[in-house]
């Protein structure tokens, strides 16, 4: 699915958080907002996700005006937001039966899916019973079992410890790649972004306006950064992150 930003702003009274922006959100593409804290990265997806409406500018999706949520548009928080008198197996199962699928056939993709994010053998675990992680997975086998045309990432790693964010990471980009939604990830994480991204925006202080836009799709994707290097550096620079103070030094102190 294509979605189109065009000359969005939004303000909440006197408050502008999102200033005349404007970008195309290719079918298949995954994008990654990255910016400091309250630029209006959330509200942006929250937009997509037909939660808010701009303040002026046109938002679509296949040429159709966002104007209310919609199952081709899901999105995935960063608390897990499971029902916790659920089991996995039901709190996945519910996804399809929101839309009108038989109790069995839902029950039957639920456990697919929770076998697809590696929770085989915890399908009749309630949510307090399972690590962070674990409520993460199923919270993804959710997100995918009704295949949205459009997947939304609201900082969904971000309570999670570096390891298992690290793993969940490599979770979700198999995901992706075998199911192609249209993928829009807000992230704190730089890494994360070059991680699975195809393309990264970074954001400005309020009100939000793009500083710089990196298309990432030409380079291998895995954990070790090494390639992307340059663009990380970069990046964290137009941030405020001084990456020199983080170089490793020398027995003199120099910078290595």
């Known amino acids: ?7 969005v702003t939004k303000s909440f009274g006197d408050l502008n958080v999102i200033r005349q922006f404007d970008t195309t959100i290719r079918n298949g593409e995954i994008v990654a907002l990255v910016g400091p804290s309250g630029c209006g990265k959330s509200t942006l997806l929250h937009m997509l996700a037909g939660l808010q409406q701009p303040s002026t500018g046109a938002l679509t999706a296949d040429g159709a005006s966002v104007a209310r949520p919609s199952p081709e ?13 659920m089991t996995l197996l039901d709190n996945v199962a519910l996804a399809l039966e929101f839309q009108d699928k038989p109790r069995a056939t839902s029950l039957s ?5 929770l076998s697809r994010v590696r ?3 915890f399908e009749d675990y309630y949510p307090h019973q399972v690590s962070g992680g674990m409520r993460q997975r199923c919270a993804l086998a959710r997100a995918f079992i009704a295949r949205p045309k459009v997947l939304l990432l609201d900082e969904p790693f971000g309570a999670l410890d570096a390891l298992t964010r690290m793993t969940l990471q490599s979770v979700l980009k198999d995901l992706i790649e075998e199911e192609r939604p249209t993928v829009v990830l807000v992230t704190h994480d730089v890494d994360e972004a070059l991680y699975l ?8 202080q309020r009100p939000a306006t793009v500083l710089k836009e990196v298309e990432l799709g030409h380079i291998p994707k895995t954990h070790d950064l090494s ?14 992150i001084d990456t020199d103070e983080h170089q490793p030094k020398d027995s003199q102190g120099e910078t290595a």
């Open 227 to 240: 390639a992307f290097a340059d663009v990380r550096r970069e990046v964290l620079n137009l941030l405020g």
């Open 1 to 7: 699915m294509k979605l189109q930003f065009s000359q």
């Open 119 to 121: 929770l085989v053998g």
């Open 73 to 85: 548009r899901t999105l995935v928080f960063q608390e897990h937001a499971l029902y916790p008198w």
């Open 109 to 113: 993709e639920a456990r697919k899916w």
């Open 197 to 204: 991204a195809d393309r990264v925006l970074v954001f400005s």
